[in-house]
RNA sequence: GCCCCCGUAGCUCAGGGGAUAGAGCACCGCCCUCCGGAGGCGGUGGCGUAGGUUCGAAUCCUACCGGGGGCACCA
């Protein structure tokens, strides 16, 4: 490849621009006004604006849609607008350049997308699983949007850091660790599960899990237990070493299984993104003093508080944040505090997402209503301040309808979600291709099932509360992962007979007199829309809209597919077909990489 | 009590104020002399209710109904 970026305004965009231009110029007191076009069923491009301004003009929409067509008539690449219904325009490009676009676009290694987001620097918070348990799908929505979100950043140019806030402190540790000690013969390290003491299938935190639990029931059972737990949670807050020591062990344990996770999962996540809740301890008395230098926490019936200006308790008193207890303790509220001025301060973030469950909604209000009086929020880097945003997504709901309790029964675990998605691929592809190697069934059928689970996570939108079920989740058909790889593999399998082995696309050099179909006109127009898809998923950190548009095009693809044939197709539209071919692939190609989504070959 | 989120087809979900509200699943009927049928084509079926703003509302506003969530020493 030539290495050579080629950025491309998009159709939609030259569109916008030339009406823009022709609105100025028979309207200038319009000039500026969105232009409003979209996508058409009836023309490549509609534009409502006449219709939208006439009023304020005292103008009759029809009249104005009339100039408009007049002005647009010699603009380069439109190739005809037509006034339609009460005054819509209908505006149809040239053949020629939708083949200019499919032949830029390819030239290009990025396929054209635009670095609108260089020079940003966002954090992203997501994941965050508990230390000593589970993973289990409550999970899932957290650690999938926010991976797919930090590749899209990262993918238009910003400089991402990714943060794992890790829920590794607090008093169950204390239980946990007292109960250890005082049951040496316990199993639950790594390398005890791997000697096979324990029943397979086992992982370390599902031990840990269970150690938890009946830790917790000899807690409520056993008042002396209670008490040297208790004492437990004093000395690891002392920084007591035998204490901190096994903390530390539990830790790297429960880390190792979470990395299990992201390994099969495709997630970025990696050892050095973590930085859990442990970390921002050391800063907590120093929040708390900061915040009551600046009069913005107070002390309260002996704790200290920030009391909200935005936002009523049921008393009608305001909201607080607890930064201090009573008892001089620090929970959960200093924390994320102190992490919000870390971000700020040390990362020097411009901008940061919180992946977390819509239910944390009010929380991350408060927490950034304090910040925003502190003034962490004052000054990004260039920018005049720093955006944090509670990316929120709905709860996991059980088949009931009911939110899917924490620790009441019957969570699924991830893994086993991840091995029911992948058995059931694998079922799929040995029948469909009994000739594969086994290794090769492995790889494909593990592809094919974290796909369908990421995807089915992924594809529906994001604030709405969502219904967890298996069957549809490891389901192979219809709108899922697996329909957008089988889309990807066909064209990979015709550029394969084609004699193109190339993975990267070659400057193609389309033949742009030749006429369309309507399925290659349909199949340019989508994959076009491609950047500007990736700017409205970080404008509204909603990654299904990718997904959305990927269904789409996969469709538009197989409609294509359908109507127009490539290997057997004359010399010219064959060449043409092929760089379709090529550009489909690759769309989709890095479409499902920004899913975090593979997209093999063959499968 | 107050605040936040959500009500779209039998089910699960898309729908950036625009023309005839779309998919998938399920159900019924078709399509392999043709680049991979994990596919394609056709059929059945719907915007919680009532107002309002607008030339135009699933989309914006208000009220109500229904579901979920949250509201100081747990994280």
Same mark, same amino acid.
């Given at each position: 490849? !030539?290495?050579?970026?080629?950025? /491309?305004?998009?159709?939609?965009?030259?569109?916008?621009?030339?009406?823009?231009?022709?609105?100025?110029?028979?309207?200038?007191?319009?000039?500026?006004?969105? *232009?409003?076009?979209?996508?058409?069923?009836?023309?490549?491009?509609?534009?409502?604006?006449?219709?939208?301004?006439?009023?304020?003009?005292?103008?009759?929409?029809?009249?104005?849609?009339?100039?408009?067509?007049?002005?647009?008539?010699?603009?380069?690449?439109?190739?005809?607008? %037509?006034?339609?219904?009460?005054?819509?325009?209908?505006?149809?490009?040239?053949?020629?350049?939708?083949?200019?676009?499919? =032949?830029?676009?390819?030239?290009? $290694?990025?396929?054209?997308?635009?670095?609108?987001?260089?020079?940003?620097?966002?954090?992203?918070?997501?994941?965050?699983?508990?230390?000593?348990? %589970?993973?289990?799908?409550?999970?899932?929505?957290?650690?999938?949007?926010?991976?797919?979100?930090?590749?899209? +950043?990262?993918? +238009?140019?910003?400089?991402?850091?990714?943060?794992?806030?890790?829920?590794?402190?607090?008093?169950?540790?204390?239980?946990?660790?007292?109960?250890?000690?005082?049951?040496?013969?316990?199993?639950?390290?790594?390398? $005890?599960?791997?000697?096979?003491?324990?029943?397979?299938?086992?992982?370390? /935190?599902?031990?840990?899990?269970?150690?938890?639990?009946?830790?917790? &029931?000899?807690?409520?059972?056993?008042?002396?237990?209670?008490?040297?737990?208790?004492?437990?949670?004093?000395?690891?807050?002392?920084?007591?070493?035998?204490?901190?020591?096994?903390?530390?062990?539990?830790?790297?344990?429960?880390?190792?299984?979470?990395?299990?996770?992201?390994?099969?999962?495709?997630?970025?996540?990696?050892?050095?993104?973590?930085?859990?809740?442990?970390?921002?301890?050391?800063?907590?008395?120093?929040?708390?003093?900061?915040? +009551?230098?600046?009069?913005?926490?107070?002390?309260?019936?002996?704790?200290?508080?920030?009391?909200?200006?935005?936002?009523?308790?049921?008393?009608?008193?305001? &909201?607080?944040?607890?930064?201090?207890?009573?008892?001089?303790?620090?929970?959960?509220?200093?924390?994320?505090?102190? !992490?919000?001025?870390?971000?700020?301060?040390? +990362?020097? #973030?411009?901008?940061?997402?919180?992946?977390? $469950?819509?239910?944390?909604?009010?929380?991350?209000?408060?927490?950034?209503?304090?910040?925003?009086?502190?003034?962490?929020?004052?000054?990004?880097?260039?920018?005049?301040?720093?955006?944090?945003?509670?990316?929120?997504?709905?709860?996991?709901?059980?088949?009931?309808?009911?939110?899917?309790?924490?620790?009441?029964?019957?969570?699924?675990?991830?893994?086993?979600?991840?091995?029911?998605?992948?058995?059931? #691929?694998?079922?799929?592809?040995?029948?469909?291709?009994?000739?594969?190697?086994?290794?090769?069934?492995?790889?494909?059928?593990?592809?094919?099932?974290?796909?369908?689970?990421?995807?089915?996570?992924?594809?529906?939108?994001?604030?709405?509360?969502?219904?967890? $079920?298996?069957?549809?989740?490891?389901?192979?058909?219809?709108?899922?992962?697996?329909?957008?790889?089988?889309?990807?593999?066909?064209?990979?399998?015709?550029?394969?007979? #084609?004699?193109?082995?190339? !993975?990267?696309?070659?400057?193609?050099?389309?033949?742009?007199?030749? *006429?369309?179909?309507?399925?290659?006109?349909?199949?340019?127009?989508?994959?076009?829309?491609?950047? =500007?898809?990736?700017? =409205?998923?970080?404008? #509204?950190?909603?990654?299904?809209?990718?997904?959305?548009?990927?269904?789409?095009?996969?469709?538009?693809?197989?409609?294509?597919?359908?109507?127009?044939?490539?290997?057997?197709?004359?010399?010219?539209?064959?060449?043409?077909?092929?760089?379709?071919?090529?550009?489909?692939?690759?769309?989709?190609?890095?479409?499902?990489?920004?899913?975090?989504?593979?997209?093999?070959?063959?499968?």
């Amino acid at each position: 490849m !030539t290495g050579v970026e080629q950025q /491309v305004t998009s159709l939609a965009r030259q569109v916008e621009t030339a009406v823009s231009t022709a609105l100025g110029r028979v309207r200038p007191e319009l000039d500026g006004a969105d *232009p409003l076009v979209r996508r058409s069923d009836r023309a490549d491009f509609q534009s409502n604006v006449a219709l939208a301004s006439a009023k304020r003009l005292k103008a009759r929409p029809a009249e104005l849609a009339g100039q408009l067509v007049e002005a647009l008539q010699d603009v380069d690449g439109i190739a005809d607008v %037509e006034v339609s219904g009460p005054g819509f325009l209908n505006i149809t490009v040239a053949d020629q350049g939708l083949w200019r676009q499919l =032949d830029r676009r390819l030239a290009d $290694d990025r396929l054209g997308v635009e670095r609108s987001e260089q020079g940003a620097r966002v954090v992203i918070d997501y994941s965050a699983p508990n230390i000593a348990k %589970e993973m289990h799908v409550g999970h899932l929505r957290t650690t999938i949007i926010g991976d797919s979100l930090a590749r899209v +950043l990262g993918h +238009l140019g910003a400089t991402v850091i990714r943060q794992n806030h890790l829920g590794d402190w607090g008093t169950q540790f204390g239980m946990l660790i007292q109960y250890i000690d005082e049951h040496p013969e316990a199993r639950w390290r790594h390398s $005890d599960l791997e000697s096979g003491e324990v029943e397979p299938g086992a992982s370390t /935190v599902s031990a840990l899990d269970g150690l938890y639990r009946v830790a917790r &029931a000899e807690f409520d059972a056993d008042e002396a237990f209670a008490d040297r737990s208790r004492a437990r949670v004093v000395a690891l807050q002392a920084g007591d070493e035998a204490t901190l020591a096994r903390w530390r062990e539990i830790v790297d344990e429960s880390e190792i299984a979470f990395r299990q996770i992201y390994g099969r999962l495709g997630v970025l996540l990696e050892p050095g993104d973590s930085a859990g809740e442990s970390v921002y301890n050391q800063w907590l008395p120093e929040v708390v003093e900061e915040l +009551l230098a600046a009069g913005v926490a107070k002390h309260s019936d002996g704790a200290v508080v920030v009391e909200s200006e935005e936002v009523k308790a049921p008393d009608g008193q305001p &909201a607080v944040l607890m930064v201090q207890k009573r008892d001089g303790g620090y929970g959960y509220d200093t924390t994320d505090l102190a !992490t919000l001025r870390y971000r700020v301060r040390d +990362l020097k #973030a411009d901008r940061i997402l919180y992946v977390v $469950d819509a239910r944390q909604a009010l929380h991350f209000r408060l927490i950034f209503e304090a910040a925003r009086r502190m003034g962490w929020l004052a000054r990004g880097n260039g920018h005049d301040s720093v955006e944090a945003v509670h990316v929120a997504f709905g709860t996991v709901l059980g088949p009931d309808g009911r939110p899917f309790k924490t620790r009441a029964g019957g969570t699924v675990r991830l893994m086993h979600l991840i091995d029911e998605a992948v058995d059931s #691929a694998r079922r799929t592809v040995a029948e469909r291709e009994p000739d594969l190697s086994p290794a090769e069934l492995d790889r494909i059928a593990e592809q094919a099932g974290v796909g369908a689970v990421k995807y089915a996570d992924l594809s529906t939108s994001r604030v709405k509360d969502y219904t967890f $079920d298996i069957a549809r989740m490891v389901s192979l058909t219809g709108n899922t992962s697996v329909y957008l790889q089988y889309a990807h593999a066909r064209i990979r399998s015709i550029l394969r007979k #084609a004699g193109d082995s190339t !993975t990267a696309p070659d400057p193609a050099q389309v033949d742009s007199t030749l *006429p369309m179909h309507p399925a290659e006109r349909a199949l340019v127009l989508a994959l076009d829309e491609f950047g =500007d898809v990736l700017r =409205d998923v970080d404008a #509204a950190s909603e990654p299904h809209r990718l997904c959305t548009y990927l269904f789409e095009t996969a469709k538009a693809f197989t409609d294509f597919y359908e109507n127009c044939p490539v290997l057997s197709a004359e010399e010219g539209v064959r060449a043409n077909r092929l760089a379709l071919c090529r550009l489909a692939a690759a769309t989709l190609h890095d479409g499902l990489g920004l899913l975090g989504i593979a997209a093999p070959d063959r499968m």
